[in-house]
Nanobody, 114 residues
Framework: VQLQASGGGLVQPGGSLRLSCVASGSIFSITIMDWYRQAPGKQRELVASITTGGSTNYADSVKGQFTISRDNGKSTVYLQMNSLKPEDTAVYYC?????????WGQGTLVTVSS
């Protein structure tokens, strides 16, 4: 499984961004897709997850602010981020879980600053 994340950038506080992660390879094996983030000097944390059936789970810190979704036809998972705050600044990573194990995409940097 290969994962390609995109969509990061610089945004002002209160703004929005949508991250995308395209999966390729043995995508039939993927059961759950995740978005993680790692802020400077902090550990990587799980932000949101979505199953093949569309069930979602969120970290308490982003509930009501972020929305994870997937388009199975495009093998893509999205993370819609609204009302962004400086503390959301981090490198965001997509991750897949499957019977073949876990796979990481490269990170995409999100910077929230005025």
């Amino acid at each position: 499984v290969q994962l390609q994340a995109s969509g990061g950038g610089l945004v002002q506080p209160g703004g929005s961004l949508r991250l995308s992660c395209v999966a390729s390879g043995s995508i039939f094996s993927i059961t759950i897709m995740d978005w993680y983030r790692q802020a400077p000097g902090k550990q990587r944390e799980l932000v949101a997850s979505i199953t093949t059936g569309g069930s979602t789970n969120y970290a308490d810190s982003v509930k009501g602010q972020f929305t994870i979704s997937r388009d199975n036809g495009k093998s893509t998972v999205y993370l819609q981020m609204n009302s962004l705050k400086p503390e959301d600044t981090a490198v965001y990573y997509c991750h897949s879980r499957s019977v073949l194990g876990g796979h990481w995409g490269q990170g995409t940097l999100v910077t929230v600053s005025s």
